[in-house]
């Protein structure tokens, strides 16, 4: 049955914040103040935000054709004080980057990662989630977010920026003891100390899972109070110009041998035994090394275990939730320099004796970028705002879906931009070769997509797997996912089982003038439910063989995601009256008939796997021989 989960209709209209993302189609970075104070020097009183409990995962809860509504619920800053005191901050740091980078730009470093490093200490950006009273900004993960937009011009120092933030100050903050955050908190906020993350290992390098760690820390037969850890990390960030290393292992201390206990563990670089090799030579991102770290016969005692062992594998998955935001914060900054850069182009440019932005082609092409920025744009701060709104909400998917929705939209914006200005943007007129590099290796970093795409669907095959394993699910569902979609539009999708009405009446939760696009919404939630139990029904357990089927059953869930975020914050635009409110609604109706065109397009395929997976057979013959050898069409035999 379908289900929506709501408090009250309506009720959360009161709470909409008068602060809007999207101001102006042409973005400006100029500056606002002259005078640069040091950032955290703002008199910014301490903060409690009320926040509700939501321990559901809102997409696993999707592929069982739940809708949790209180997901509409946007990111709210109620405080006129706090939205100028925000601005103030980002428009600082935006102007303190560029003397920064000037000063910089003086000096003889020795290769791009001292630059950043020297860039860093001085811009002074860190604590984003402490308490202003012990030197933090007390941002919210929302204001995170917009801050790390900010800084997105500069994608070497603002990716030095999260590292350092996610994967060392935050998680201190949330696991260490008292004692621990006292004698390692203040002193990486004033960057006296620099913080790496080690986890990924040779084997397990393209999994989220921390249960396939190799890394052991056993405890110490001589020495109760000591573990010996043995292991290997790869890709560890800022390694050779950190003093402390968190790394995570698997812990056994001798009591429970077939249970796996994985511990973070916090120590000092220079411990005997932990050999840091030289930085991998990569071709972006220069400004932060990776470097590879083992660990042999490594004695570390008992206090160097960072909090507790319970729940860490939950809470590494946070770890990398807020990392994945601030991922999509970045993109989002960056498609705005993209679109920025389009605009002033066609603007001052012509072609036919016209000026470019005079011809229908690029107002298209710009229009699509715009439109294209605000669902990006949408995904982020609604996730953010969860985040903020709901104690330990279970966002590693939608975090996933975040990263791959706006690394590809930027891929898509760099092609367009490339498509309209053409070589020239590699002249001194642009200077975006940096820029172009970044782009196109920003989305294979951290995980390639294809590869999170399949994680997103194994996860919700195996939630309703485990949900639906005590009963007759499988007899249930019809043979075929063109019969239920034939049903379904008949309005009799399961006759004879569960009584679904073809609405989840989300018209009580979203303005009224958005009608037609809720109910494209509702379209695209229904057919999800309906795609998974197809897949379900036809392969059972050996669906997580099938790569091609779940990796469109992730673009299914990544548009029906889309368009919540879409419309959630379209709905708050109708009721509030927002700025460029007429802009806004134009934008999101034109987003979702695009949505729902490609959602219709990808079911499609999936309901024809067998189309594409024919295509496959070329590939056997090319792999029977471990190499693509053809004849030259120019040789006769």
């Known amino acids: ?35 640069l104070p040091k950032l955290k020097n703002l008199d910014l009183p301490d903060r409690t935000r009320k926040q509700r409990l939501f321990r559901k995962n809102f997409i696993e809860e999707l592929f069982l054709n739940k809708f949790h509504a209180s997901v509409l619920d946007y990111p709210e800053i109620d405080s006129l004080i706090e939205v100028n005191n925000l601005e103030k901050q980002c428009s600082n740091a935006k102007e303190l980057m560029n003397i920064i980078s000037s000063k910089s730009n003086e000096i003889t470093f020795k290769n791009e990662t001292d630059k950043t490093l020297w860039n860093f200490k001085n ?122 290393i968190i790394f995570s292992a698997n812990i056994n201390d001798g009591q429970d041998l077939n249970k796996n206990k994985i511990g973070l563990f916090i120590v000092d670089k220079n411990l005997n035994g932990i050999k840091v090799y030289e930085p991998i030579q990569k071709l972006s991102s220069k400004g932060m090394d990776c470097c590879s770290v083992t660990f042999d016969n490594v004695t570390v005692p008992k206090s160097c275990i960072l909090g507790k062992c319970e729940n860490v594998e939950n809470e590494i998955k946070k770890s990398f939730s807020k990392f994945y ?195 494209l919404l509702e379209d695209m939630i229904l057919m999800l439910k309906v795609c998974t139990d197809s897949l379900l029904k036809q392969y059972k357990d050996n669906v997580f063989n099938r790569h091609l089927e779940l990796k469109l059953l992730a673009d299914i869930v990544i548009h029906v995601y889309a368009g919540v975020s879409i419309l959630a914050r379209a709905s708050r635009a109708y009721c509030l009256g927002v700025r460029n409110q007429e802009v806004d609604v134009k934008i999101i109706r034109s987003d979702m008939l695009k949505l729902h065109d490609n959602f219709s397009k990808i079911v499609y395929r999936l309901k024809n796997n067998n189309d594409y997976i024919k295509s496959c057979n070329l590939w056997n013959t090319i792999a029977d021989v471990k190499k693509f050898n053809r004849n030259h069409p120019i040789f006769a035999s």
């Open 123 to 244: 811009l002074e950006l860190t604590g984003f989630k402490i308490s202003t009273k012990k030197g933090g900004f007390g941002y919210l993960n929302s204001e995170c977010a917009f801050m790390q937009e900010a800084i997105s011009s500069d994608l070497n120092l603002s990716n030095f920026v999260m590292t350092n933030e996610t994967f060392g100050i935050d998680l201190i903050q949330r696991l260490g003891t008292d004692e621990q955050k006292e004698l390692y908190v203040p002193k990486l906020i004033s960057c006296e100390k620099m913080t790496s993350f080690a986890h990924l290992e040779p084997e397990n390098f393209n999994t989220l899972d921390p249960i396939l760690l190799n890394t052991n820390a056993k405890l110490s037969s001589d020495n109760s109070d000591n573990y010996i850890v043995n292991g290997k990390k790869i890709w560890v960030h800022n390694a050779s110009h950190a003093d402390l």
């Open 325 to 519: 935001l601030s991922i999509g914060a970045q993109s989002v900054g960056m498609i705005k320099k993209l679109i920025e850069i389009s605009t002033h182009h066609c603007t001052y440019n012509k072609i036919f004796s016209k000026y470019k932005y005079e011809l229908d082609y690029y107002k298209i092409i710009l229009s699509n970028l715009v439109s294209r920025l605000f669902a990006v744009e949408s995904m982020t701060y609604l996730l953010s705002g969860r985040m903020d709104m709901h104690d330990n909400a279970d966002v590693f998917l939608e975090s996933l879906i975040l990263k791959i929705f706006s690394t590809e939209n930027l891929q898509y914006v760099l092609d367009q931009t490339l498509s309209i200005i053409g070589s020239e943007i590699y002249s001194e007129r642009y200077n975006m070769q940096k820029l172009v590099e970044d782009c196109f290796l920003f989305a294979a970093s951290n995980y390639s997509n294809d590869e999170l795409k399949l994680i997103i669907s194994k996860i919700g095959c195996q939630y309703v797997l485990n949900y639906k394993k005590n009963s007759n699910f499988f007899q249930k569902v019809t043979d075929s996912l063109d019969s239920q979609m034939i049903s379904y539009y008949l309005g009799k999708i399961f006759p004879q089982t569960d009584s679904i009405s073809p609405s989840y009446k989300l018209n009580g939760y979203l303005h009224l003038m958005l009608k037609e696009e809720t109910f």
């Open 1 to 35: 049955m379908i289900e929506a989960f709501i408090h009250k209709p309506w009720s959360y209209l009161s709470k909409f914040n008068n602060f809007y993302l999207i101001q102006k189609v042409c973005y400006s970075d100029s500056a606002v103040v002259s005078y």
